[in-house]
């Protein structure tokens, strides 16, 4: 059988690390994780749920900052491998279309992802209640705010790295104004990164009891001829609060919310001290991948029981021959998602 392949370009500095002896995990993690310690930069207590990509040979990231007054905001980072990282000191500042300041009241769990020529950063922002924010860059200096792309509630939006059907695509999890007991990943698709539409439902929540309350879309999927591989959250309810774990699934690439592989298990679920410990404990929330055409290797950044960032790694192989030969996709996971 021949083996599946990432459809992405090489990256020769990725960060990496081989699979421990004796680890049995489809994902493993880098061995000194956290990669990012508590008060990072002066008036920030904690740095997690953060999303980096590469750039011109190194690697640029934007970064949930949680200011010591509680506000969440967006940082930008720098680095050289992937791992240790140079925040800058103030936050993004985000401008309208004419230039002028246009900063979020607050925002949190950014990702990072590039289209074409053009860098998106997507993050939770107040719109009247807490939805989708959005902005584009392509020198990382001037970010300019696009339109918000939905009404609240929503959480959790992950774009598609290209257009499908000439149509930007993006995930998102429609919620509440709180911490949402609910939730399933849906799928929206805009010619223009303005105006959203063709809604689709990907998948829902499970009886599996890892993803049986909520689950949202982690990283921007991953093409690969197998399908786009994704990485999301899972959630679980226990008397003492929530468990967020690492899922793993595989859409179709031309029909993205038809899944065609649903991990049954989980990929990564809190067992270390800086998963299990910290603002909020049993934290697993994956934001980003890097990947390695060339080699198959990927690299998952992943906030950590809201207080650090972790790295986490697999193969294209690996992860994608688990997620297949655990496979428990239903019915509604493979239909087109329009009732
Ligand atoms: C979710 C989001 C994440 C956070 C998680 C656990 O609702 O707000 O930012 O990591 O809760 O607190």
């Given at each position: 059988?021949?083996?599946?392949?990432?459809?992405?370009?090489?990256?020769?500095?990725?960060?990496?690390?081989?699979?421990?002896?004796?680890?049995?995990?489809?994902?493993?993690?880098?061995?000194?994780?956290?990669?990012?310690?508590?008060?990072?930069?002066?008036?920030?207590?904690?740095?997690?749920?953060?999303?980096?990509?590469?750039?011109?040979?190194?690697?640029?990231?934007?970064?949930?900052?949680?200011?010591?007054?509680?506000?969440?905001?967006?940082?930008?980072?720098?680095?050289?491998?992937?791992?240790?990282?140079?925040?800058?000191?103030?936050?993004?500042?985000?401008?309208?279309?004419?230039?002028?300041?246009?900063?979020?009241?607050?925002?949190?769990?950014?990702?990072?992802?590039?289209?074409?020529?053009?860098?998106?950063?997507?993050?939770?922002?107040?719109?009247?209640?807490?939805?989708?924010?959005?902005?584009?860059?392509?020198?990382?200096?001037?970010?300019?705010?696009?339109?918000?792309?939905?009404?609240?509630?929503?959480?959790?939006?992950?774009?598609?790295?290209?257009?499908?059907?000439?149509?930007?695509?993006?995930?998102?999890?429609?919620?509440?104004?709180?911490?949402?007991?609910?939730?399933?990943?849906?799928?929206?698709?805009?010619?223009?990164?303005?105006?959203w539409g063709r809604h689709r439902h990907v998948m829902s929540r499970s009886s599996r009891w890892w993803e049986s309350l909520k689950i949202g879309g982690g990283a921007a999927p991953i093409e690969t001829d197998e399908g786009w591989l994704l990485f999301y959250h899972g959630v679980t309810g226990t008397c003492n609060g929530y468990v967020y774990s690492i899922g793993g699934a595989i859409l179709d690439r031309d029909e993205p919310s038809r899944v065609l592989y649903r991990c049954g298990t989980f990929l990564l679920t809190p067992e270390e001290w800086y998963e299990e410990r910290g603002f909020v404990p049993n934290v697993c929330f994956p934001c980003a991948t890097l990947q390695d055409g060339d080699t198959g290797r990927i690299a998952i950044y992943y906030g950590c029981a809201d207080s650090y960032v972790g790295l986490a790694f697999t193969t294209a192989d690996e992860v994608i021959g688990y997620i297949k030969a655990h496979d428990e996709a239903d019915e509604t996971d493979r239909e087109p998602g329009v009732r």
């Open positions: 059988m021949s083996q599946p392949k990432l459809l992405c370009p090489g990256l020769p500095n990725i960060p990496w690390q081989d699979r421990p002896a004796g680890c049995e995990l489809p994902l493993w993690r880098y061995s000194e994780n956290p990669i990012i310690a508590r008060n990072p930069l002066p008036g920030v207590a904690r740095i997690f749920n953060s999303a980096v990509a590469p750039c011109e040979g190194t690697y640029i990231g934007v970064f949930r900052g949680e200011q010591i007054n509680g506000v969440p905001y967006i940082y930008l980072g720098r680095s050289g491998d992937g791992i240790h990282w140079n925040f800058e000191r103030e936050k993004i500042p985000f401008v309208d279309r004419n230039g002028e300041s246009a900063m979020p009241v607050y925002a949190y769990d950014p990702r990072l992802v590039k289209v074409e020529d053009t860098y998106y950063v997507i993050w939770c922002q107040d719109f009247y209640g807490a939805s989708i924010g959005m902005a584009e860059t392509k020198d990382f200096k001037t970010f300019t705010r696009l339109e918000n792309p939905f009404i609240p509630f929503n959480r959790n939006a992950v774009l598609f790295p290209r257009k499908i059907g000439r149509l930007f695509t993006m995930l998102s999890r429609p919620s509440d104004s709180g911490h949402t007991p609910f939730g399933d990943i849906f799928l929206s698709q805009s010619p223009d990164m303005e105006f």
